[in-house]
């Protein structure tokens, strides 16, 4: 049930629509020394399930498989710190991070790294979700970009590499989490005209 169409890189291969959305909502200020992309991914589960799961600042673990743990300083507004837990396997254990932007009516989140014990500095990211249709039934475009600094003694595209494989994994997570939310709550096809 899940699909596999994840599109990287810089524009190349995206939709007109995909395009649009990239250009409106995924604006960073790229430096000379860091890396950015944008990665797409089609869910088959409506918008107000997937927007439920990536709205939630305080719970990334919900759908985020390398999230052990989230604690949140504060409530949940813009401003918001959290102190996130990362499983291992992966070279952190600690990432803290900042609630930039989150627009309930547009579905857009965006959140910058500010600590941890990670090679992940002056990353942020932005999250939008958009509804479509697949397959017949309500579905859900999910638009992930972001731009990170280059480590010394790595290049630009190992740094994209990485961190696009840490996205993609999520996404994929997402996209089963959110799948299979859909199939319990049998959202019915949207009739053509």
């Known amino acids: 049930m899940v699909t596999n169409d994840y599109i990287t890189m810089n524009g190349n291969g995206f939709s007109k629509m995909e395009e649009e959305f990239i250009k409106r909502h995924h604006k960073h200020d790229v430096k000379e020394n860091q890396c950015t992309s944008s990665l797409v991914k089609h869910i088959k589960a409506p918008i107000h399930l997937v927007w439920s799961l990536v ?39 600690t990432s803290t991070e900042r609630l930039e932007y989150l627009d309930d009516d547009e579905h857009i989140l965006s959140m910058k790294i500010v600590g941890g ?70 959202t019915e096809p949207i009739e053509r005209m």
């Open 55 to 93: 709205r939630r600042f305080d719970q990334p673990q919900k759908y985020k498989p390398f999230v052990s743990r989230c604690v949140v300083q504060g409530d949940l507004q813009i401003g918001s710190v959290r102190e996130v837990n990362v499983k291992s396997g992966l070279p952190a254990t």
């Open 117 to 186: 014990d990670h090679r992940l500095k002056n990353y942020s990211s932005i999250v939008t979700v958009h509804p479509e249709v697949i397959d017949g039934r309500p579905g859900t475009l999910v638009i992930e970009s972001f731009v990170v600094d280059v480590p010394d003694g790595n290049t630009k595209d190992e740094t994209c590499y990485f961190v696009e494989a840490l996205i993609k994994c999520n996404l994929k997570s997402l996209a089963d989490v959110s799948e299979r939310l859909a199939v319990q709550d049998r």
